[in-house]
């Protein structure tokens, strides 16, 4: 299983950016779906994270501004970023619980990351 992150960048402060990543390999199903970020010098944090039901959770840093979705068709979650601010620059990493054909069981899987820096 393999997931692969894009759509990062350099933004100016209140631009957009929309992350995407994409699992592949041999999936059976996919439960939760998230974003984290980690930001120079600071612990890998919970940006967004999604059910296969669409039930989303949020950090409070990000609420309002920042949207998570997904398409368990093509087994990729995406992040709307709207007003960044140049805290929110980090690399940011997408994760996936999921099932496999290897294995049999659930687990999670990272993607390789994607930076996002916000500046004027």
């Known amino acids: 299983v393999q997931l692969q992150a894009f759509g990062g960048g350099l933004v100016q402060p209140g631009g957009s950016l929309r992350l995407s990543c994409a699992a592949s390999g041999s999936i059976i199903s996919i439960r939760d779906m998230g974003w984290y970020r980690q930001a120079p010098g600071k612990q890998r944090e919970l940006v967004a994270a999604i059910t296969s039901g669409g039930n989303r959770n949020y950090a409070d840093s990000v609420k309002g501004r920042f949207t998570i979705s997904r398409d368990n068709a093509k087994n990729t979650v995406y992040l709307q970023m709207n007003t960044l601010k140049p805290e929110d620059t980090a690399i940011y990493y997408c994760?996936?619980?999921?099932?496999?054909?290897?294995?049999?069981?659930?687990?999670?899987?990272w993607g390789q990351g994607t930076v996002v820096t916000v500046s004027s």
């Open positions: 994760k996936a619980d999921v099932l496999s054909r290897r294995t049999y069981y659930f687990s999670d899987y």
